[in-house]
């Protein structure tokens, strides 16, 4: 298959748009008809053909688009990518791992040529075609992490692990939902994320640390996560809150089936090998209300869950001002009929809707 | 003077104890204004025949009543930004056994941690004892900009003017709370400032 990129924008005109491909294969989140956390662990081993979890990192028609966007946030916030020093060789260790999976995994798009110490790579969709001396940094333009994760769609923690704990010690953070990697940095697993609700107290970081510890080289785990995002805009950041804030109060009844995107994350979990690090790349996908009501099933459910979230969920995910409005929006496309288990659209065996 | 039993709150918010004597050779004490109380409570000759205290008065008369202790050594500093080179040159000299305690307010607790961490101490063997303001020193997310002795909720940063919110949200890197601007969905819908730990909204 041919990948072509969208010419597009996550800020001001907000061109961005999912192909049917896209929509096809957008990760919907809920696999029943409530959401409540957990520790949604699962091995990254693949997946359905065309789906985002076939390859180890997924690339699709927004590679281009979100690159240029990445790269405008960094030109305006160089913040937003920060090694601790120790963290270098888990940089090389995440150069290596995206470099080695993309050209496996897209020919095609990029090659990878190794002699020895001296690297080429080939990324044909950016246009880059360098050769390096790896484990060198006065060879690369920037640093490993940034080098590589400027042409990797999502986020990158990558995560120091000691002392029975993983450490925020290193990270690419653009598409981030609302958190700060600069204020965040070097803070352990249950320090960035105290301000999170609910989960503490049912043991789910608990839990979810002492399977993040046991993480093997070459066997990485995903798990999806989810939010609220008015607009497609990629750059949720507390940075620009005050700038994008205003946003979410811009949707009416009348756009809100264009305007509201449910944002989903897909996280995995791979061990580096030289370092012993953890990189947990947050990959973001989007996709619009109206869209996503072309799916049956997706809307009864999405109705059901909005409806049904506990008050302190909304509000950590910042919609709860808009929470009527979603579903005032999304009861026209709940019929009361029952949903089949997983998050597949299941479109052949799933009821239409009955209007 | 009481201590101030501050409510419970998120993980990532520090949490302060009572300054003990340790064993071993050598201590150094950091504190500033109130924090002086912590250091007579836990004061004992063998104690000072061995200790350096750094103390920064903010204003208070405690400095003569440190310096009859009779401390090892003892410095009175104007500030703690007129004091941290001081500090850091005595952590770097210093070997793993030293005995470091904090007291004071919580920006002078998390400053000086910081310097001990990077010095290479581990931020659990330091201890710390809060006294005095429970003022927290902020950091606006937006801008980046420290603002000092932030007692009341909202208020405005001191680099950009943006009107923050106070969360409980801290970082051992910066020593500071984070704040995040309160009426970025509502321009101007600014409640009215209220003190931290008034009753209520904990974000």
Known sequence: ?355 | MSKFEFPTSIISRPVYGTLKARSGKHHLMIADAEGAEAILDVATPDLMANSHIIYIPLGTDYADKLRALSPAQFYVGPTYAASVSRIRRVLERSNMGLNIYLSGTEGLMGQAQNEAMQAGFAHSAIQTEHRGSIARRMQCVHCKGITEDVEMDPFVCSHCGLNLFVRDHYSRRWAAYQGVCIDAEDPGNVPASKGIYAQGDEV
Request: proline share 6%.
């Open chain 1, 1 to 355: 298959m041919t990948l072509q990129f969208n010419d597009e924008t996550f800020r001001d005109d907000y061109t961005f748009k999912n192909s049917q491909r896209a929509i096809d294969r957008f990760p919907f989140p809920f696999h029943e008809d409530s959401y409540m956390y957990s520790v949604n662990m699962e091995q990254h081993r693949g997946g359905p053909k065309d789906s985002i979890y076939e390859m180890r990192f997924d690339v699709d028609e927004h590679y281009v688009a979100e690159m240029r966007d990445r790269a405008l946030v960094l030109a305006d916030d160089p913040l937003r990518c920060q090694s601790l020093p120790h963290m270098t060789l888990a940089g090389w260790d995440l150069l290596e791992v995206i470099m080695v999976s993309k050209s496996e995994d897209y020919p095609d798009l990029f090659e990878l040529h190794r002699d020895g110490d001296t690297w080429r790579w080939v990324n044909k969709p950016l246009g880059i075609d360098d050769t390096f001396t790896f484990m060198d940094e006065t060879t690369l333009p920037y640093g490993p992490l940034e080098y590589i994760t400027r042409q990797a769609q999502g986020d990158f923690c990558v995560l120091d692990q000691r002392e029975e704990n993983l450490w925020m010690d290193a990270g690419m953070i653009t598409t981030q939902a609302d958190w700060s990697l600069d204020f965040d940095l070097g803070m352990n697993f249950f320090e960035w994320h105290a301000p999170v609700p609910l989960a503490h107290e049912k043991g789910i970081f608990t839990r979810a640390l002492k399977f993040l510890l046991s993480i093997q080289q070459g066997a990485p785990a995903r798990r999806l996560n989810w939010t609220m995002t008015v607009n497609p805009l990629l750059d949720t950041s507390p940075e620009n809150y005050h700038k994008w804030g205003i946003q979410k109060t811009s949707v009416t009844p009348e756009n809100i089936g264009t305007k509201q995107h449910l944002r989903v994350e897909l996280q995995s979990f791979f061990r580096l090998p030289r370092s012993n690090a953890l990189v947990f790349p947050i990959r973001c996908y989007l996709c619009s209300f109206d869209d996503l009501m072309t799916k049956a099933k997706w809307g009864r459910r999405l109705h059901r869950v909005i409806r049904d979230l506990p008050d302190e969920l909304a509000t950590y995910k910042g919609f709860i001002d808009n929470r009527q409005m979603m579903l005032d929006y999304l009861s026209k496309f709940d019929d009361g009929l029952p949903t089949s288990d997983g998050v597949f659209a299941n479109e052949d065996t799933e009821p239409a809707l009955k209007v």
